[in-house]
T-cell receptor, first 116, second 115 residues
């Protein structure tokens, strides 16, 4: 079974609207970290937001927030007030184990297009 | 945030030649670096975990003798694609894990084209 599942290959959103990118994960490890990265057409991977499995509150970073539903094993990314520059590929990733030296598993990604 | 550089940013080589890609952590020390490969519109595929001062740990299906990884210092890891063939053409990305951060920081990537 895939460890990280992103079910939306492509998403469209109108500028200034909010959009939710889905991510579900599968792990039996009680300690894990969840990440979202943005990859524009230039190819660089840009870290957006992190959620630890023991964090009580949902992570937020500016216009990005992570809707963490532990029982459902979902970690959806919410982008508020979309901008044209948000058009990119978005990857959800998970690192298992308590150590932050572990490797991460990435989902297949979602291509987001923001319409003017 | 921490900065990771990669060199070269793109390279074109002839089939049969070897290509070396460097990954440097510029403002922190990284005992662990990761090498990924990415095909267009696809996800990142982890190739290997590079550990300073020891042998790299390769993922299943990745040829150790073809993709040589050296992590000789706390700020530098290199990936050498030996005897490159057209099917090795891809986008190669490295990342480094500072000890004080939760997230890994990525280099800008290297686009390899083998003719």
């Amino acid at each position: 079974a895939q460890k990280i599942t992103q079910t939306q290959p492509g998403m469209f959103v109108q500028e200034k609207e909010a959009v939710t990118l889905d991510c579900t994960y599968d792990t039996s490890d009680p300690s894990y970290g969840l990440f979202w990265y943005k990859q524009p057409s230039s190819g660089e991977m840009i870290f957006l937001i992190y959620q630890g499995s023991y964090d009580q509150q949902n992570a937020t970073e500016g216009r990005y927030s992570l809707n963490f539903q532990k029982a459902r094993k979902s970690a959806n990314l919410v982008i508020s007030a979309s901008q044209l520059g948000d058009s990119a590929m978005y990857f959800c990733a998970m690192r298992e184990g308590p150590s932050n030296a572990g490797k991460s598993t990435f989902g297949d990604g979602t291509t987001l297009t923001v319409k003017p | 945030g921490a900065v990771v550089s990669q060199h070269p940013s793109w390279v074109i080589c002839k089939s049969g030649t070897s290509v070396k890609i460097e990954c440097r952590s510029l403002d922190f020390q990284a005992t662990t670096m990761f090498w990924y490969r990415q095909f267009p519109k696809q996800s990142l595929m982890l190739m290997a975990t590079s550990n300073e001062g020891s042998k790299a740990t390769y993922e299943q299906g990745v040829e150790k003798d073809k993709f040589l990884i050296n992590h000789a210092s706390l700020t530098l890891s290199t990936l050498t694609v030996t005897s490159a063939h057209p099917e090795d053409s891809s986008f190669y990305i490295c990342s480094a894990l500072p000890s004080s951060y939760n997230e890994q920081f990525f280099g800008p990537g290297t686009r390899l084209t083998v003719l």
